[in-house]
């Protein structure tokens, strides 16, 4: 895939739901390369801005385009929500569903399942029931279903919240593979330690607007919004 085919971009974008507005026009652009991190308070408009950037959730206003098409999302598109719910069934069986789902022959599903079990540190685990693996495994566990849809672009909403630090190194241990595999990872964080980690370009929401969006070392060498300035030395954004 070339990478011009993932670009992402948001052209004064806004989403309202009945009174509230949930974005408030956002211009930006998620272009191939390391992840790019969505930060910002509660409420600052991070999830909703992966579910527009995924198609989930369509522009009240402005337009959002996929390779500069307006209306073609590409299939080749995954997400991970903040609480994943696992079925009830294996983590191996869990695997083997997101597979059949994506339509991978069944005659591959063996081995990629086993394959993506070890990628997430879950092969231990296969035959567990997945609803009674840590919260840390499960999170695991759902990155390795969204993987199964071999996306050219994966969405991660806050992949790390309310992990302790072993769980929390695991999966950004995934995700810096899968990106230097060249699976461009849009995701979001309240910790800015992990946004450091991980990001090649930081997004800085705040009250469902975008403060400011860079490269990662100049948001956080040199900021130029008294926001940033203020969320990078951890004043209270407010
Ligand atoms: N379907 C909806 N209807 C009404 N308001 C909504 C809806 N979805 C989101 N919101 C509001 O839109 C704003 C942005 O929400 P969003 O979930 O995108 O924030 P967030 O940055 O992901 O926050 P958090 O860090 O708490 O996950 C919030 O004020 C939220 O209450
Ligand atoms: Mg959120």
Redesign the pocket.
């Known amino acids: 895939m070339k990478t011009a085919d993932l670009q992402i971009g948001f052209e004064d974008v806004t989403i309202v ?2 009174a ?4 408030d026009r956002v211009t930006m652009t998620i272009a191939a390369g390391e992840p790019t991190v969505l930060v ?10 992966l579910r527009a950037a995924m198609g989930l959730l369509a522009p009240s206003r402005g337009k959002i385009t996929w390779a500069g098409e307006e209306h073609s999302p590409p299939t080749r598109r995954a997400i991970v929500f ?1 609480r994943p719910t696992m079925l009830r069934r294996s983590t191996f069986a869990n695997v083997a569903y997101a597979l059949d789902a994506a339509g991978a022959p069944r005659a591959r599903h063996a081995a990629e399942i086993v394959e993506l079990l070890a990628l997430v540190g879950l092969d231990h685990a296969a035959e567990r029931p997945a609803r009674r693996l840590s919260a840390g495994e499960q999170h695991r566990l759902a990155l390795a279903r969204a993987l199964a849809r071999r996306p050219a672009v994966l969405f991660l ?2 992949p790390t919240a309310s992990l302790d630090p072993a769980s929390t190194k695991a999966i950004e241990d995934v995700i810096r593979t899968v990106s230097r595999r060249g699976i461009k990872v849009v995701m ?1 964080t ?1 910790d800015l330690g992990e946004a450091r980690r991980l990001a090649g370009e930081v997004v800085l ?1 705040h009250r ?1 607007r975008l403060i400011e969006s860079g490269a990662a070392r100049a948001f956080f060498d040199a900021p130029s919004t008294e926001e940033a300035r203020k969320f990078i030395a951890g004043e209270l954004l407010v």
């Open positions: 739901a009945g509230v507005t949930l974005l910002g308070p509660n409420g600052a408009g991070k999830t909703t801005l903040q909403d806050e979001s309240h929401l469902v």
